[in-house]
């Protein structure tokens, strides 16, 4: 059985910093490709940041590039994604994904990934 759960939301005021954490049982972590993506109400779900399976290389959107940072532990089938220099615009509830591939094909489309977690809330305010 597959899961993923998320942890690590809350509230936080503008400028401040959050690190959320993602684990995925049931599966080969190492042979996972994970991502963080989020969605805002009223909006749709937005890819925020991805890493492959070996947790070399990594991608963000241009809306969060050089203020949060993507990581894995695979030992510890951990996912993290440490958010610094909050926006009140970074308000969304944050969502754990995974898929079983380790190619760099398509990192920040949602459709591309098969496994999820239920979501963690994170809210900033001004």
């Known amino acids: 059985q597959v899961q993923v759960v998320e942890s690590g939301g809350g509230l936080v005021q503008a400028g401040g910093s959050l690190r959320l954490s993602c684990t995925a049982s049931?599966?080969?972590?190492?042979?996972?490709?994970t991502a963080w993506f989020r969605q805002a109400p009223g909006k749709e779900r937005e890819g925020v940041a991805s890493?492959?399976?070996?947790?070399?290389?990594?991608y963000y959107a241009d809306s969060v590039k050089g203020r949060f940072t993507i990581s894995r532990v695979n030992a510890k089938n951990t996912l993290y994604l440490q958010m610094n220099s909050l926006k009140p615009e970074d308000t969304a509830m944050y969502y754990c994904?995974?898929?079983?591939?380790?190619?760099?094909?398509?990192?920040?489309?949602?459709?591309?990934?098969?496994?999820w977690g239920q979501g963690t809330q994170v809210t900033v305010s001004s």
């Open positions: 049931g599966l080969t972590f190492d042979g996972l490709t």
């Open positions: 994904a995974a898929r079983v591939s380790c190619s760099e094909w398509q990192l920040l489309a949602a459709f591309e990934y098969a496994y």
């Open positions: 890493i492959i399976c070996s947790g070399g290389r990594a």
